[in-house]
């Protein structure tokens, strides 16, 4: 049987008690992590409105974006377009992942990668190498400056 000092030991032990868990200086209740299931063929945003909110699909919208689209508003330029193209291909593949035989879905992830490679010709033969292993032939222009995040790299 446990004596009273055992138990006091043991509760001091465990400072937050049977079912919390601790965070710095707080006792907090331990949480299950729920994630929905998307429905087929679910609404989505703009790739404008999806760079901003962080996702495609308005159902997936986390509480933080807004915070994030007030601190680094959307800049309409060839890369951030590139970067929206990417990311609209990166949720629907991830979309098809649970859903593989929506075909307009299927459809459009081909079309966005088809936009991505013309998108992504254009504004190499434009602005330069998007990546180092980009071929640049007898040079190395990626190491030009100003790079096209740098002020008046786009220019």
Same mark, same amino acid.
């Given at each position: 049987?446990?004596?009273?000092?055992?138990? +006091?030991?043991?509760?001091?032990?465990?400072?937050?008690?049977? &079912?919390?868990?601790?965070?710095? &200086? $707080?006792?907090?209740?331990?949480?299950?992590?729920?994630?929905?299931?998307?429905? $087929? !063929?679910?609404?989505?945003?703009?790739? +404008? !409105?999806?760079?901003?909110?962080?996702?495609l699909f308005p159902?997936?919208?986390?509480?933080?974006?807004k915070e994030m689209?007030?601190?680094?508003?959307?800049?309409?330029? +060839?890369? *951030?377009?590139?970067?929206?193209?990417?990311? +609209?291909?990166?949720?629907? &593949?991830?979309?098809?992942?649970?859903?593989?035989?929506?075909?307009?879905?299927?459809?459009?992830?081909?079309?966005?990668?088809?936009?991505?490679?013309?998108?992504?010709?254009?504004?190499?033969?434009?602005?330069?190498?998007?990546?180092?292993? !980009?071929? *640049?032939?007898?040079?190395?222009?990626?190491?030009?400056?100003?790079?096209?995040?740098?002020l008046g790299g786009? !220019?």
């Amino acid at each position: 049987m446990e004596t009273a000092r055992q138990a +006091a030991a043991s509760a001091a032990a465990r400072p937050c008690g049977d &079912g919390s868990g601790s965070l710095p &200086g $707080n006792c907090a209740a331990l949480a299950f992590p729920y994630v929905p299931m998307q429905e $087929n !063929d679910p609404a989505r945003y703009s790739n +404008a !409105d999806a760079m901003r909110a962080g996702t495609l699909f308005p159902g997936l919208d986390l509480p933080f974006h807004k915070e994030m689209q007030s601190r680094y508003p959307n800049a309409p330029t +060839a890369l *951030t377009e590139l970067m929206a193209l990417d990311f +609209a291909i990166q949720e629907l &593949g991830l979309y098809l992942t649970t859903h593989p035989n929506d075909r307009e879905v299927l459809e459009l992830y081909w079309s966005y990668i088809r936009l991505g490679q013309q998108g992504r010709e254009k504004y190499v033969a434009q602005y330069g190498p998007l990546c180092v292993t !980009d071929p *640049t032939p007898g040079s190395f222009r990626w190491l030009d400056d100003p790079w096209p995040w740098d002020l008046g790299g786009n !220019d």
